[in-house]
């Protein structure tokens, strides 16, 4: 069974330039999530769509920050225009259902952002 | 607001020992509770998942606890090697605000 993936695996850009990263999840599963890695914390959820339809975009800064899940399969989250503090570990992930059917939870690999 | 701790932030031992990581957290009003493992420049890979209904479970040398009275998870790993080095985090799915929320992780390093 294929896994979670992502792209690009890393992308270095200039602040104000944007970016945008990819996300295609396991076959079936109905809900994605996009969260935010610090480096030495543990990930932050950005947004959970469940099919196309998304569930919680509370903590996403939406003034630079969008998400898109297009057919309720793949997703693209897009930074414009990147700031410093958003060099991080962006991980999409997937789970077949949500809440108390949310079972396990599948990570991909990540795409590394640096903004110099 | 759900607030999940992992205390020490890391860890060093010799090949061989059995190692407990502990996972407390502070609004027991979850769906279930899961641990994962962090390598290097990697994502995240499930380890065991609880649902709140159960007590504990096991995968080969791996065993959680989960005691949702008192918020806190333990991680058992027997007979630790060198491969279990690596960033181990826990996560709690919150009922009501339907979110799993992470601890920091704790950082392994099994010294051969």
């Known amino acids: 069974e294929a896994g979670v993936a992502q792209s690009p695996r890393y992308k270095i850009i200039e602040k104000r330039q944007s970016v945008a990263f990819w996300c295609n999840p396991i076959?079936?599963?109905?809900?994605l999530y996009w969260y935010q890695q610090i480096l030495g914390q543990g990930p932050k959820l950005l947004i959970q769509?469940?099919?196309?339809?998304?569930?919680?975009d509370s903590q996403l800064p939406k003034d630079r920050f969008s998400a898109e899940r297009l057919k309720g399969v793949d997703s693209t989250l897009k930074i414009q225009p990147a700031k410093l503090e958003d060099s991080a570990v962006y991980l999409c992930?997937?789970?077949?259902?949500?809440?108390?059917?949310?079972?396990?939870?599948?990570f991909g690999e990540g795409s590394r952002l640096t903004v110099l | 607001k759900q607030e999940v701790t992992q205390i020490p932030a890391a860890l060093s031992v010799p090949e061989g020992e059995n190692l407990v990581l502990n996972c407390s957290f502070t609004?027991?009003?979850?769906?279930?509770l899961q641990w994962f493992r962090q390598d290097p420049g990697k994502g995240l890979t499930s380890l065991l998942l609880?649902?709140?209904?159960?007590r504990e479970q096991t995968s080969g040398r791996l065993n959680a606890s989960l005691d949702k009275s008192s918020g806190r998870s333990t991680l058992y790993i027997a007979a630790s090697q060198p491969g279990d080095s690596a960033t181990y985090l826990c996560?709690?799915?919150?009922?009501?605000?339907?979110?799993?929320?992470f601890g920091k992780g704790m950082k392994l390093t099994v010294n051969p």
């Open positions: 076959s079936g599963h109905a809900t």
């Open positions: 992930a997937s789970s077949l259902g949500d809440g108390i059917e949310m079972g396990e939870l599948f």
């Open positions: 609004d027991s009003a979850i769906y279930n």
């Open positions: 996560a709690v799915y919150q009922g009501g605000s339907e979110k799993l929320v």
């Open positions: 769509f469940q099919n196309n339809g998304v569930v919680d």
């Open positions: 609880i649902q709140s209904s159960q």
